[in-house]
């Protein structure tokens, strides 16, 4: 038998330049809009959730305050609160009430306006 001879195989190998290696390890573009958005959003949230937090502590310590005072002086301030709340639904009604009459006699006096055109 006749030996056959084994197939070459070609092996290809890439050459890279040097400015093909540098640009292969930068980014072809910027960062995303997205990621520019959540990188300055970290802050901004870290600081608001401060703030809130700071807010709800002096909640707390204000009703801590204020709770005993509320007992002591509850004699002049329940009676002071129910003619506040009274004036306030006095006031209320009365603008319902006269909101009521405008809108009353506006429409009394478009249906005289369309009675004496038509």
């Known amino acids: 038998m006749a030996d056959r001879p084994y197939p070459h195989q070609i092996q290809v190998h890439p050459q890279y330049s040097y400015d093909s290696v540098i640009k ?3 980014p072809q573009s910027g960062p995303s809009p997205s990621k520019v958005l959540a990188i300055l959003a970290l802050p901004v949230s870290g600081t ?3 703030l809130s937090g700071i807010s709800l502590a002096g909640s707390l310590i204000g009703l801590a305050v204020v709770t005993p005072l509320f007992f002591i002086f ?10 506040a709340c009274l004036t306030l639904a006095g006031l209320m009604a009365s603008g319902a009430f006269g909101l009521t009459g405008l809108t009353a006699m506006s429409w009394v006096l478009n249906y005289f306006r369309q009675a004496s055109a038509g």
């Open 74 to 83: 509850s004699p002049v301030l329940v009676p002071a609160a129910i003619v």
């Open 24 to 26: 292969s390890l930068y």
């Open 48 to 50: 608001l959730l401060g």
